[in-house]
């Protein structure tokens, strides 16, 4: 019991500290990914060209089909944005619904728990998903080495 209630605690802090990211923050992060993402693209032309050689037109043709795919796939998200947000919603309004058939059914000790379990593993996955993008950004920022 102990320990549980020491977990709970210490997801409890984890998650008060995350709340504590200003949109600045986020923005200075935005900026600094798409510095990465331009610098990683910039790297991995230079690699093609190195790799293939490729001559300066061929770079250009190639930067250019990289531009043109990247411009339509921001095309297709605001596009399929809209959608999104609103499977987004229809998820919400279904687990609200759940949630009040839940606190029907189970006595407020039991639902309290349940809410205490749901919550948990919700972290658990989010800590997942983040070891996974962890371990998945170490992979692709090594070199291959041939």
Request: charged share 35%; glycine share 4%; hydrophobic share 30%.
């Given at each position: 019991m102990k320990k549980l209630v020491l977990a709970l605690a210490?997801?409890?802090m984890g998650s008060f500290a995350m709340a504590q990211t200003t949109p600045q923050d986020k923005q200075a992060k935005r900026a600094e990914?798409?510095?990465k993402m331009q610098q990683r693209e910039q790297?991995?032309?230079v690699q093609m060209q190195?790799?293939?050689n490729l001559n300066q037109s061929q770079v250009d043709q190639i930067k250019a089909l990289h531009e043109k795919r990247k411009a339509e796939m921001q095309a297709d998200f605001a596009k399929n944005k809209e959608d999104r947000q609103a499977k987004?919603?229809?998820m919400k309004?279904?687990?609200a619904q759940m949630d009040a058939d839940m606190k029907q059914i189970l006595t407020p000790?039991?639902?309290d728990k349940w809410q205490a379990d749901r919550k948990a593993k919700m972290e658990q996955r989010h800590t997942m998903m983040k070891d996974r993008k962890m371990n998945?950004?170490?992979h692709t920022a090594t070199p291959d080495a041939k």
């Open positions: 210490l997801i409890g990914m798409q510095q790297e991995h032309l190195k790799d293939l987004m919603e229809q309004q279904k687990r000790e039991q639902y998945k950004s170490m």
